[in-house]
């Protein structure tokens, strides 16, 4: 006789290529920890030539079949390709990084920038209460970032590309309160600004940063980096050199994985302190 236990275990998981070095499966381990949750959340390694499989196969729904999952690199664009119903969010941002089955039907969402603004209300509450924002790179990561600034009132954001004609597509697809500019513009366009944040990959695992003058950003001002490795980048030490109040970026990842844990185990979770310190830990052991 079969174990009753193997049909009450919800499972869920983190798809991507390469995924080994994925920290989400810790952090939905704590979770279900902590709730005493019987499910389970593996990191799946799946190639882009398989991936259109992987989701035909979630989308059979067989015994055992996962309820969900988070989609990381490459696999955003494709999943918000292949989602029967994605939402506002993925719809705009043209991917999606959370999927769930329901009623036999794939949904989808991304929850980048809900991950970015919450890292900031915890750490600098009244971060918001400005006039401008300044990010810096037009990549993949920085859609998140300006839909959620967007999305939250701040009046002007300012988006730097060394290649302005990306900076430009990104303002084109979120609004007018959406500004593009080349680097050079960089001095002029932090004047009075209450909010920096970086989306490029500069100062990740170590590598150099250029010099940034902070000097011209508003009294109170805070920097931020999506990068988290390492926790303290090149960026926020200049920054934090210079007087200003910083916000590192593992909070965007931790708070992004909450409304996915809701979704596929039915709690909310809570970022606190020790799961911060678990990934911290991890981060120092690689």
């Known amino acids: 006789m079969a174990d009753s236990r ?7 998981f983190v798809v ?18 902590k709730f005493g949750i019987d499910g389970s959340y593996k990191a799946v390694e799946v190639s882009p030539d398989d991936f ?6 979630l989308k059979e729904g067989q015994p055992g079949t996962a309820v969900g999952g988070n989609v990381t690199i490459p696999h955003k664009e494709a999943a918000y390709q292949l989602a029967d ?8 941002l043209g991917a999606a990084n959370t999927i769930w089955m329901k009623e036999g039907k794939l949904h989808a969402t991304n929850t980048d920038g809900y991950g970015f603004v919450s890292n900031l209300d915890e750490r600098h509450p009244g971060w918001h209460k400005i006039d401008r924002a300044v990010v810096f790179g037009a990549g993949g990561a920085s859609r998140a970032v300006i839909q959620s600034l967007r999305d939250r009132g701040i009046a002007e954001i300012h988006v730097l590309n060394r290649t302005v004609e990306r900076a430009r597509e990104l303002a084109d697809r979120f609004g007018p309160r959406v500004f593009s500019h080349p680097q050079k513009a960089l001095q002029e366009v932090m004047q009075g600004a209450g909010l920096f944040v970086n989306t490029t990959s500069l100062g990740m695992d170590g590598t150099e940063a250029p010099h940034l003058d902070f000097s011209q950003l508003a009294a109170g001002a805070v920097v931020t980096d999506i990068v988290y490795v390492p926790l303290k980048t090149p960026i926020l030490h200049m920054a934090e ?3 200003m109040a910083t916000v590192d970026g593992l909070g965007m990842l931790l708070h992004q994985a909450k409304p996915g844990f809701e979704r596929w185990f039915g709690k909310m979770p809570e970022v606190d302190e020790s799961l911060r310190s678990l990934i911290i830990s991890d981060m120092e052991k690689h």
Not at 85 to 92: G, M, N, S
């Open 85 to 92: 119903y994605p939402d506002a969010l993925a719809e705009e």
């Open 52 to 57: 259109a499989n992987f989701i035909a196969t």
């Open 241 to 243: 050199e210079q007087g």
């Open 6 to 12: 193997e049909t009450l275990t919800i499972n869920a």
């Open 16 to 33: 991507g290529f390469p995924i080994k070095h994925s920290r989400s499966p810790i952090i939905h381990s704590y979770w279900l920890k």
